[in-house]
């Protein structure tokens, strides 16, 4: 494999298939934990380490996981690395680990690992396999903090937890509701595709 | 055949290998957790009832069992002297269970304070019983041996105004508290002697 055709696994998880915005996956914890920067911004981070550790893994010992099995094998692996993620965010950030809650253990059935196991490192070699991964972990990782960082500074007026406007602010409040979320990825979503239109 | 024998050993292995490894991580995360369980949840009570003090009660802390349970105590340093001790009770409020922490000086069985760590009581009303410190100043100075009772019972507590049955519920979780304490005073004295500084 050479170093151009890794560059361009990675890159890919920037732009090209940004997982929320391009691929349109993992959509439900980037509509939950999206409500301020630093929830968005820990979720992705969890979600990198988990995509990075399981996409290796999974590369690594594709050969011997026999393909009618392949998906209760991919499981197994990507359960393990999300109870390591949430047994370290217990132990070391569990302000975080208290506002992520439930979306943590969700990552299991989160597309994103699942479907990249299947769908790339099930075919592909470890070092392909780990900058796929990381690509496509920073790209969440970028396209939540940046949607959390709208929602926080429109819907309550501060970034990651400081005053942005004056204390005559009146937030909007509709932003950092359920709906808000819907709003603002429409939004995104639609302003990326007309960018991405040539 | 052989087909059914190789994905039972991989995925045998795979399993085994990743409950190998949860297991490795859980056990050395293990401590850390609970710490940050008792700082999170129970710390600021505990710092709250046992202000003053110049240790730190949360890594000052002991374990007794009574019975089947284990119960954890936080020693206060006081002048040198570790003297007082805060731990956690249990009262049945309006709508479960209501966590209590109490802080007791074990030289007089005074009160120190008293605080609610956790429950599930309406926002609000019930809720006061935690958020309003009138209520929960009222406990500092008697005595963990007094016969907790709200005011409307003949007892001595203002009832939180609009939740009687929380603040019942306090009292009788006091009640409960004092008769565990009393029952294991005696291992509290001794194993609080081992923090003096």
Request: overall charge positive; aromatic content about 10%.
């Amino acid at each position: 494999m050479s170093d151009t055709s890794l560059v361009k696994e990675f890159t890919k998880g920037l732009w090209k298939e940004i997982p929320p915005f391009r691929l349109v996956l993992g959509i439900c914890p980037t509509l939950a934990c999206s409500k301020a920067f630093n929830n968005g911004f820990g979720m992705g981070v969890a979600l990198t380490f988990v995509l990075v550790c399981s996409n290796i893994l999974v590369s690594a010992i594709r050969k011997y996981i026999p393909s009618k099995i392949r998906v209760p094998c991919f499981i197994v692996v990507v359960a393990t690395f999300v109870v390591i993620v949430e047994l370290v965010m217990q132990a070391y950030t569990y302000p975080l680990f208290l506002q992520l809650g439930i979306f943590i253990p969700l990552i299991v059935v989160n597309c994103i690992p699942l479907g990249r196991a299947e769908a790339f490192a099930y075919k592909n070699g470890v070092a392909a396999s780990a900058a796929d991964g990381l690509g496509l972990g920073i790209g969440y990782t970028l396209s939540l903090s940046f949607l959390g960082s709208l929602r926080e500074i429109f819907g309550v007026g501060t970034w990651n937890g400081i005053q942005i406007f004056g204390a005559d602010f009146q937030p909007f409040t509709f932003m950092v509701e359920a709906p808000g979320a819907f709003v603002c990825l429409g939004l995104l979503l639609g302003l990326m595709n007309l960018a991405g239109k040539k | 055949m052989r087909d059914i024998i190789r994905m039972i050993v991989v995925l045998g292995v795979l399993g085994a290998v990743s409950g190998g490894g949860l297991a490795m991580v859980k056990s050395s995360t293990a401590a850390k957790i609970e710490y940050q369980q008792i700082k999170f949840v129970k710390g600021p009570a505990i710092k709250e009832i046992l202000n003053g003090c110049s240790n730190d009660p949360l890594v000052d802390r002991f374990k007794v069992m009574d019975g089947e349970m284990e119960r954890s105590f936080f020693v206060g340093v006081f002048n040198g002297k570790p003297t007082a001790v805060a731990f956690e009770g249990y009262g049945t409020g309006y709508k479960g269970q209501i966590g209590l922490m109490v802080g007791v000086d074990i030289e007089t069985d005074k009160m120190l304070g008293m605080g609610v760590t956790t429950h599930s009581e309406t926002p609000g009303l019930g809720s006061r019983a935690k958020d309003d410190p009138k209520f929960r100043a009222q406990f500092k100075g008697m005595s963990i041996n007094d016969p907790f009772k709200v005011k409307t019972d003949g007892g001595q507590v203002d009832a939180v105004s609009g939740a009687t049955i929380t603040s019942r519920g306090v009292c009788s979780g006091l009640v409960a508290t004092s008769e565990f304490y009393n029952r294991l005073k005696p291992q509290i004295v001794e194993q609080a002697k081992a923090f003096a500084k």
